[in-house]
């Protein structure tokens, strides 16, 4: 998925909706069965990183 560039801005790719909320704030959007895997993904990726990754 190419990030928004611009805050309060979204880009979507396949099934995966992303918006820039804030300069430290994405929601990420995306089918409800697909949302535990995504939840790791993001969380094995930035775990070097301090990050929340929050499944809501």
Avoid: Y
Wanted: charged letters at 15%.
């Amino acid at each position: 998925v190419n990030l928004p560039l611009k805050p309060n801005t979204g880009s979507v790719a396949n099934t995966v909706n992303v918006l820039w909320l804030a300069p430290d704030e994405w929601l990420l959007i995306t089918p409800s069965d697909q949302e535990t895997q995504l939840v790791q993904i993001l969380g094995d990726s930035l775990d070097q990183i301090p990050t929340s990754v929050t499944d809501i």
